[in-house]
């Protein structure tokens, strides 16, 4: 798609543009040098999963085309970056016709299976060895893509097969499909092409936990939050899921005047090519061809076991005659291809017991219903506890105690019951009653006005209070190693901690008479709850557990600040003028501040030593490392992980949680794992000390 020379040219305009202070462009071919900067910048991005600027760069660019279009509406092109706008919809989706029937595959689930595919396509096409390509069977929604003289002008969703609903304004939100692509250069007018929309699981994850934070019930897995979403009309809720999509299959073409049939489309992994050199992100490195069955075997045997690496999710392989001649002639059924096969993996589902209802409470005092179900393995993990979420999903279920239940387990997803197998009910199963009051301190639960959570109200309720001091060390708040869910309950029940501020106090001379506790735990404990001081503000506001507060508007919020008590001054229409903090959120953080125990707890921690500056309140989104991507593994020689951590994220830098194509630099100490395994296969990570690190700082 772009080469070297060519990459190199636009990362040159892309810089100049970066030094461009005006207010527009004065010029239509300016212009167009920009959008094709952020084109392919969105490229490296979405398609390759390996930015080449920070995001703040990409924003400052894709403003001064806006600013620019905004002066001159003449110049705005149908491909321009900008024409993804969200719009709300209203009234219905129209039915569109797909140019060829969106078959489904046919399903193989064992390795007797995919031969029997083999002998009969040799039987039928009477050959003796047939070339197969065999790529990913991914998990989500089914699109079919329209271009036209190089532009998208219609996305539409399977439907019924033969005609589907026009969702192209969110199609239009998948940032990995491009708006236009030089289908003409292969001499095609018309294409129509197959895909899927996925969520990856990282975003899956954030969404969700978002949904969880507003008191909502999650949605169940990738595939249902991506194909959801193509048949929402508000485009902005589309483009907030941040969806992805693979392209696989090109169902039709028509030629230009006078143009032949290119190359390319002689064979899929010609076609498949065809749309990677064009833009797509189709999945050309994870296919293979192979001449023989078994050798298709081993392969999908070999990425079954990949599955949980994988960032999105997939639910089996597809193996497709390679050559199109030979897909001709051995054509289709009435519901799907004789030149394909999809290979089903294991199920994650299983089935279990319905054993009782346990009643938890959140540090918001929210009641979660969890489920305890007989002990069931499901894809290498046995499963006995399941969050209900609240009482409406438990209703919607139509759930009963005693029930047996089809519950799926999905990669990193967390586990779900899909629905009770109410035809094997034998009268005998209970209805699950919802608690009046609170099963910790018995105070009587509330439910207010639009939201699906009961609440015990009760601040000081023990299970709030503790569940509050669990979301203050954890990982992703103040991260107090050493301090976990197991010793906070210990330490509250045995009277040496009742509060937040009491972690800064603790008694470690009782400590150190508690089983367990050694000196060396102790000073890893002591050292955890010093470093815990110093953590950026960003981490201390998400830790305070206010409501509605997640780890983005934390970040909102720290930014906006250049001390934690600032944010005590603002008033709710100031909040609500902050990114994505609306009138809830606002009112929340209003309420949180203008509590005096709240303060006292907070000008407490503050004499106890716990950092509410903003350091960097100015540094943030630009610093010497800023986009370039970090992650520590193994024991470093001299640096703690946090402390090399949060070395790089004062230089801008980003830290990954995995080995992904995203990742730049893996930084790698004593007993690295299989982390280090997996950037070596990977051949684009850069491999370093803590000594090339610490370098790099200078
Ligand atoms: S090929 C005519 N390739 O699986 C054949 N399908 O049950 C067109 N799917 O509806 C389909 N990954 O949504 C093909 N690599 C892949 C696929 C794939 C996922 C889905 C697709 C289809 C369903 C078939």
């Not at 060519?6 to 990362?11: I, N």
């Not at 910048?41 to 403003?63: C, F, N, T, W």
């Not at 709710?572 to 209003?590: R, T």
Request: hydrophobic residues 40%; contains cysteine.
């Amino acid at each position: 798609m772009y080469n070297k020379d060519k990459t190199v040219a636009l990362q040159t305009i892309t810089q100049e543009f970066l030094k461009d202070k005006s207010d527009q462009l004065a010029d239509e071919n300016h212009l167009d040098q920009l959008k094709q900067a952020l084109r392919f910048h969105e490229y490296r991005y979405y398609v390759l999963s390996d930015p080449l600027i920070a995001d703040g760069e990409y924003d400052q660019l894709y403003k001064l085309l806006e600013r620019t279009e905004q002066a001159r509406p003449e110049w705005v092109t149908k491909d321009s970056p900008t024409q993804r706008v969200a719009k709300e919809f209203t009234g219905n989706f129209v039915t569109v016709q797909h140019l060829v029937p969106m078959l489904s595959l046919d399903n193989s689930y064992n390795e007797a299976d995919l031969k029997d595919f083999d002998r009969k396509a040799r039987q039928l096409s009477k050959r003796d060895q047939i070339t197969y390509c065999v790529e990913p069977k991914f998990d989500g929604g089914s699109i079919s893509l329209i271009y036209e003289n190089d532009l998208l002008v219609r996305g539409a969703t399977r439907g019924n097969g033969v005609a589907g609903d026009d969702v192209t304004a969110n199609v239009k939100q998948i940032r990995s499909l491009p708006l236009s692509a030089r289908f003409s250069d292969y001499g095609l007018q018309q294409v129509e092409i197959r895909g899927e929309v996925l969520m990856n699981k990282n975003n899956f994850k954030k969404y969700n936990d978002s949904i969880v934070e507003k008191g909502l019930a999650p949605l169940a897995n990738p595939r249902n939050a991506a194909a959801g979403a193509l048949r929402i009309k508000d485009a902005s809720e589309v483009k907030r899921r941040n969806l992805e999509a693979f392209v696989y299959h090109i169902s039709d073409f028509t030629l230009l005047p006078g143009k032949a049939l290119p190359a390319a489309l002689t064979s899929h992994d010609g076609a498949l090519q065809l749309l990677w050199d064009l833009g797509f992100r189709s999945p050309v490195k994870e296919m293979r061809v192979f001449n023989h069955i078994d050798t298709v075997i081993d392969y999908c045997l070999k990425f079954e076991e990949e599955r949980d690496n994988l960032p999105y999710e997939i639910d089996g392989m597809v193996i497709k005659v390679n050559d199109f001649e030979l897909q001709d002639q051995l054509g289709m059924t009435s519901h799907h291809p004789r030149w394909a096969m999809a290979f089903k993996f294991k199920a994650r589902q299983g089935t279990s017991k319905l054993l009782h209802v346990e009643f938890q409470v959140g540090r918001t005092g929210s009641i979660t219903p969890v489920a305890k179900i007989e002990p069931v393995p499901i894809g290498g993990v046995t499963v006995s506890s399941i969050s209900l979420f609240n009482e409406d999903v438990i209703k919607e279920k139509d759930l009963m105690i005693g029930d047996t239940v089809l519950v799926e387990r999905a990669g990193d997803v967390i586990p779900y019951i899909v629905k009770p197998l109410s035809e094997l009910r034998s009268g005998a199963e209970q209805p699950i009653s919802f608690p009046q009051n609170c099963p910790i301190c018995d105070s009587t639960l509330f439910k207010e006005e639009g939201e699906a959570a009961w609440r015990c109200v009760n601040i000081e309720c023990p299970a709030q209070v503790v569940e509050r001091m669990v979301h203050y060390v954890s990982k992703d708040a103040l991260d107090i190693r050493g301090l976990g869910e197991a010793n906070i309950k210990k330490f509250f029940e045995l009277g040496l901690l009742k509060d937040i501020p009491g972690i800064y106090k603790l008694d470690y001379e009782a400590i150190s008479q508690l089983e367990g506790f050694g000196a060396k735990s102790i000073d890893n404990l002591k050292q955890a709850i010093a470093l815990s001081k110093k953590q950026p503000l960003h981490r201390l506001i998400f830790a305070l557990g206010i409501r509605f507060v997640g780890e983005t508007t934390a970040k909102v919020l720290a930014q906006r600040v250049g001390h934690l008590f600032e944010l005590k001054g603002l008033t709710q229409e100031e909040l609500q003028s902050l990114e994505d903090i609306g009138p809830k959120v606002a009112g929340s953080i209003v309420h949180f501040f203008t509590n005096d125990d709240n303060i006292k707890m907070l000008t407490e921690l503050e004499s106890l030593g716990v950092e509410m500056k903003n350091e960097n309140k100015t540094t943030h989104g630009s610093g010497e490392l800023a986009g370039v991507t970090f992650l520590f593994t193994g024991t470093l020689p001299t640096l703690k992980r946090s402390e090399a951590e949060a070395m790089a994220e004062e230089r801008g830098a980003k830290i990954l949680s995995g080995v992904s194509a995203k990742l730049n630099y893996l930084v790698v100490g004593e007993d690295a794992g299989s982390k280090l395994d997996k950037a070596k296969k990977l051949n684009t990570v850069k491999i370093i000390t803590e000594a090339d690190f610490l370098q790099m700082l200078h």
